[in-house]
């Protein structure tokens, strides 16, 4: 038998991580807040998540009317990601600005 290369990746009781990252949006009354608290990880993360609704609006209208749409905002969230990842502040700024002025 082949032994596998990552064995941790097969094993079956893995538990679920137990923080949420989001949980700043989730736990607070008033959603995100501004002032010194408020961070530009924060900012982006709740601008990915409003264009990712955006996404699912222009993917539900009818015979691939907002296919394009749709694509270039898939984009767009990809790329914050990775700059999210990467945290490269720079490109996260940038993004943070495309994000905020999707309709």
Known sequence: MIEPIYPILLEKNMTPATNDPLGFINNSPQGIQSGAQTDLVQLLLYEIIRVKELILYYDSI?????????????????????????????????YYDLLLNCD
């Open 62 to 94: 009818p015979n691939g009317g907002g296919q394009l749409g749709s694509s270039i905002l898939n984009e767009l969230v990809s790329e914050a990601y990775s700059s999210l990842v990467n945290y490269d502040t720079i490109l996260m700024k940038k």
